[in-house]
T-cell receptor, first 113, second 114 residues
Framework: NAGVTQTPKFQVLKTGQSMTLQCAQD?????MYWYRQDPGMGLRLIYY???????DKGEVPNGYNVSRLNKREFSLRLESAAPSQTSVYFC????????????FGEGSRLTVL | GENVEQHPSTLSVQEGDSAVIKCTYS??????FPWYKQELGKRPQLIID?????GEKKDQRIAVTLNKTAKHFSLHITETQPEDSAVYFC?????????????FGSGTQLTVLP
């Protein structure tokens, strides 16, 4: 099993450009998440999807949109990138269990110039 | 929403010594408290977790304690080794619908000095 796979691993954008981060999991998990990681601020939840067909805002949703394409895939879109969106983005998934352990992808480093 | 504070932000210990990282949370409804370890350039990975109906949990050299009344929980690493050097994140969560929303602390950079 590959676990959680996200692409691309690195991306440089100019202010105002758009892009989509792709995420797929092969663990048959119901819930999927997008986090951003900034120095000194830990991991902050952008959006999550409790199950196929549902999405909800997290702590920092402004400037982002998401699509839960099917049970396996959850994409994050930046419509008009801003320098404040320079960050490392992690996709994660979890099963519908009591523990809720998150399995993370390898991360995508995005730089907005 | 939930707010998790984590201290210290950096911690250096000599190999073989113990390390303690502390977190506080604000939402009394939170009932699940995991700890994640992130090595440099890697993804975060769960190392231990505790539920609100348990006061302490151990797994070899690591242990976590929870004080629900005071709303704080701690990670204890004994007999530290160089491979314990990493960033450690605490988190707290409440189940929302069918998904757990984890709120993370800001992280602790642990350095184990040989």
């Amino acid at each position: 099993n590959a676990g959680v796979t996200q692409t691309p691993k690195f991306q440089v954008l100019k202010t105002g450009q758009s892009m989509t981060l792709q995420c797929a999991q092969d663990m048959n998990h119901n819930s999927m998440y997008w986090y951003r990681q900034d120095p000194g601020m830990g991991l902050r939840l952008i959006y999550y999807s409790a199950s196929e067909g549902t999405t909800d805002k997290g702590e920092v949703p402004n400037g982002y949109n998401v699509s839960r394409l099917n049970k396996r895939e959850f994409s994050l879109r930046l419509e008009s990138a801003a320098p404040s969106q320079t960050s490392v983005y992690f996709c994660a998934s979890s099963a519908l269990t009591d523990t809720g352990e998150l399995f993370f992808g390898e991360g995508s480093r995005l730089t907005v110039l | 929403g939930e707010n998790v504070e984590q201290h210290p932000s950096t911690l250096s210990v000599q190999e073989g010594d113990s390390a303690v990282i502390k977190c506080t949370y604000s939402d009394s409804a939170s009932n699940y408290f995991p700890w994640y370890k992130q090595e440099l350039g890697k993804r975060p990975q769960l190392i231990i977790d505790i539920r609100s109906n348990v006061g302490e949990k151990k797994d070899q050299r690591i242990a976590v304690t929870l004080n629900k009344t005071a709303k704080h929980f701690s990670l204890h690493i004994t007999e530290t080794q160089p491979e314990d050097s990493a960033v450690y994140f605490c988190a707290a969560s409440v189940t929302s619908g069918s998904a757990r929303q984890l709120t993370f602390g800001s992280g602790t950079q642990l350095t184990v000095l040989p």
